[in-house]
């Protein structure tokens, strides 16, 4: 980005929506993360991904955004083996779990980008390239000095909203309250997208809870789900 500033000065560093914290893969996530990557992974490129290349096939692409340990991601793929899962993940144990449940269960329809999530849509998913996106318990960043960090802001929101075939779906989920609404405003304020319920939506069948979710519900929170569709 440019600028009229002194050119002296040190670049502006981007408001991210994750803290790297690496934490210890066990053994297996090792093994898996070591074995599988070159397999599975798909290394971080300024230029578009060619998903019939990298899946050897052409096929209806759903992009996750923050597979977590995987085990949601893991399900849905073997659930829907005609669709290619593209999983984007920065955090290394969840990604040597992941690719640890895919060589167990033998998923040819998942790959996945261990990078930052944004600069992945804005450099690697072309327009209108995507049959879905799932968002599924992203950092809430509860405190309200933090907002300011949370994925599902409105450029972010047009962005993924544009990488959408015609039909093509957004499904988000939450168990912060708070972050739901805002998710809602924002994703009903983008023109390119139309909700499919009246407010939040239910919990489609085919998506299994999450460790978050579990966990959140234990502490006595619901969970909203949201599902808009691109116009």
């Not at 914290?21 to 074995?35: L, N, P, T, V, Y």
């Not at 593209?86 to 980008?113: C, D, T, W």
Request: contains cysteine; proline residues 8%.
């Amino acid at each position: 980005m440019s600028g009229d500033g002194d050119a002296g000065a040190a670049p502006r560093r981007p408001v991210r929506s994750f803290v790297l914290r690496q934490g210890r893969m066990s053994s297996a996530q090792q093994r898996a993360f070591d074995e599988l990557t070159p397999r599975y992974g798909i290394p971080f490129a300024r230029k578009p991904l060619d998903c019939a290349t990298a899946f050897g096939r052409r096929a209806p692409v759903v992009l996750e955004i923050g597979c977590g340990m995987g085990e949601t991601t893991a399900a849905i793929a073997q659930a829907h083996p005609q669709v290619d899962f593209v999983g984007i993940e920065v955090h290394s144990p969840g990604v040597g779990a992941l690719l640890k449940r895919v060589g167990e269960l033998g998923l040819a329809n998942v790959r996945v980008i261990r990078h930052d999530a944004v600069e992945v849509v804005e450099h690697m998913i072309g327009p209108g390239s995507l049959a879905g996106v799932h968002v599924y318990f992203p950092d809430p960043w509860p405190k309200t000095r933090h907002h300011k960090r949370r994925l599902l802001k409105a450029p972010f929101v047009h962005a993924l909203a544009l990488r959408l075939a015609a039909g093509g779906y957004l499904h988000a989920a939450t168990d912060w309250e708070d972050y739901a609404q805002e998710m809602l405003g924002t994703l009903t304020a983008e023109p390119l997208l139309a909700n499919t319920a009246e407010g939040y939506a239910p919990r489609p069948a085919w998506r299994p809870p999450t460790k978050f979710e579990r966990r959140g519900v234990a502490l006595g929170h619901a969970v909203f789900d949201l599902l808009f569709r691109r116009k």
